[in-house]
């Protein structure tokens, strides 16, 4: 049971929740909820003009809202900001952005009931699976457009995902013991939906795993720099402190531990290795520095207040404010898409140099009876195929705007645009690093894997497990999946 209390969401946890771990508020929420909610009543019973409690929503934020249509504001927001297009989120980055979207409610600066905020926590609980076009958010008033699908549930309306069906929530709410609110209160509507939630909540997701297949990509490296003879002496740790990077260290220190006890490492008299090789430190080292700015970078805002206006209960004030840009998000997974991009860049030169004898010194495309057969040709094909895509989906979408609400809007983040490419980029990175995977194991039973170091042995041992050397050409697709497979379920 995952506990929320606004400021202590860890990444993990975000991980957890999206894989169907419950979760609950911690015992102090209910009072910094009531508090800002009581005082959201007050202001919208009085007639005040508060942007989004009494009066429309973007351009239109200069028409006054009746009181006796206050909660019909609010419902009316959620249907027609639910206008998302293309195909559904998952439910893994549906729960993700939720469990955000709770924990940030959760903080009381938002003007939502309790029991409002708990219908969302019974969503999770429940394992309701929201339906929710993937496009939609530009990233400024949060992810409008998702967060309304979502919300919608809360009134018994929208629709959800059921044994791979969209089907009206309103049909199959009683199956999961749902009873939906009578309506929504001034300002609940707006809090439900305005936040960066959905889009932070899927970048934990991908940090969480790309910090894996980061650490899987050093090992594909170093089992590489074995398949290749290549050279221990630019991992020395002298070299490293020199350049002052902490991370560039690690890496050179965990090749190094990988490598430990190798007779295929420094076995041939070489000056010096091709950079894909040499640069692993520099070049993974600069990639580990950019995911640990990201994940700094989520996990703040994973714990943030991201709505507007914002309920200072205790000042007696509701501000305005922008808290809902999200162009911290949209910059992070900008450099986290690029910083990704690199690993499958000079994973797939490690391929080519393994695949070509005038490099490797070994058999062309790794296989016996080259010419009757093709060996691992197209792998690499397919890997370079990749890595070009990357290039593409690496051009910064938060370096556009395009503005909203007749110009109200007008400047904004694209930052779930950033977060879709991102996750795109790394499924890409994911198939490379099983590219260098199967290359390098093939490679490396030409020497004979008891001439491997102890780490890299061990990754060998388990791609083996599943994917058997190829004597001879075979669908190597299948051999690829196998290896993403494993990497999918964290096995390596």
Known sequence: MIKLNGEMLSLKEVERASEGEEVSLSDDVPHKVKKSAEFIEQIASQGKVVYGVTTGFGKLC????PPDEVSKLQENLLMSHASGMGKPMSEKNVRAGIVVRINSLARGYSGIRVETLEKLVELLNKHIYPYVPIYGSVGASGDLAPLAHISLLLLGKGKVVLNGEVKDFSEVMGDYGFTPLN???AKEGLALINGTAVEAGISALLVRK???LFDVSLKAAALSLEALRGRREAFDRRIQELRGIPEQEEVAEFILDEVSGSNLVNSVPRVQDAYSLRCIPSVYGAVLSALRYV???ILKEINAVTDNPIVFADDGDVLSGGNFHAEPVALAMDHFAVALSEVASVSERRI????????SNLPAFLVKNSGLNSGLMIVQYSAASLVSENKTLAHPASV??????ADQEDHVSMGMNAVIKAEKVLENVQWVIAAELLVSAQAVDFYGSEKLGKGTRAVYETIRSKVPFAEKDREFSYDLKSIFNLLEAREV
Not at 62 to 65: A, E, F, K, L, R
Not at 352 to 359: D, F, H, M, T, V
Not at 400 to 405: F, I, K, M, N, T
Request: charged letters at 15%; aromatic letters at 4%; zero cysteines.
């Open 352 to 359: 080519n140099r393994l695949l070509n004898p005038a490099l």
């Open 183 to 185: 309506s929504l209160k």
């Open 62 to 65: 200069d028409t006054v809202i």
């Open 210 to 212: 790309a910090l894996y």
């Open 400 to 405: 556009d705007s395009v503005p909203v609400s």
């Open 295 to 297: 994940q700094n970078i």
